[in-house]
């Protein structure tokens, strides 16, 4: 039971940084999709794993 309450907080830490993140950069233009990739590689690899996204999503 400790596992899957560990990758619950994980999920839902995930979930709320990228929606936190959105909510701050509405006014910008900037916004990253709610979906199961991104809430897995922001729950995987944390903040570092968030920035590679945005990289991904608005650089290439």
Not at 10 to 28: S, W
Not at 33 to 57: K, W
Request: cysteine-free; hydrophobic content about 55%.
């Amino acid at each position: 039971m400790n596992k899957l309450g560990t990758i619950l907080k994980r999920i839902v830490f995930a979930f709320g940084i990228i929606y936190g993140i959105n909510i701050m950069l509405k006014n910008v233009g900037v916004y990253l999709p709610i979906n199961i990739s991104t809430i897995t590689v922001t729950s995987f690899l944390g903040v570092p794993g968030l920035l590679s996204l945005f990289a991904i999503l608005y650089i290439l």
